[in-house]
């Protein structure tokens, strides 16, 4: 699986990228949704599926809900 590092800023008065080590996508918070609908996604929905409950079951019980 591939993965490509991605920061979103928002609301940042100035921002200077230099360089980043691997790059990094930089996007300003209105660039977010356009980027993001325009991915192909690497995940088939079976496996996004079985990542989404690994993850779940690592959060910790909410003390909140019986």
């Given at each position: 699986?591939?993965?490509r590092s991605?920061?979103?800023?928002?609301?940042?008065a100035k921002l200077t990228v230099k360089s980043a080590d691997p790059?990094?996508?930089v996007l300003?918070?209105?660039q977010l949704?356009?980027?993001l609908s325009g991915l192909t996604p690497t995940l088939s929905t079976d496996q996004y599926e079985?990542?989404?409950v690994a993850l779940l079951a690592e959060?910790?019980?909410?003390?909140?809900?019986?």
């Open positions: 699986m591939s993965v991605m920061l979103s800023v928002v609301d940042a790059p990094v996508l300003e918070d209105e949704d356009g980027m079985r990542e989404a959060l910790p019980e909410d003390p909140l809900i019986d």
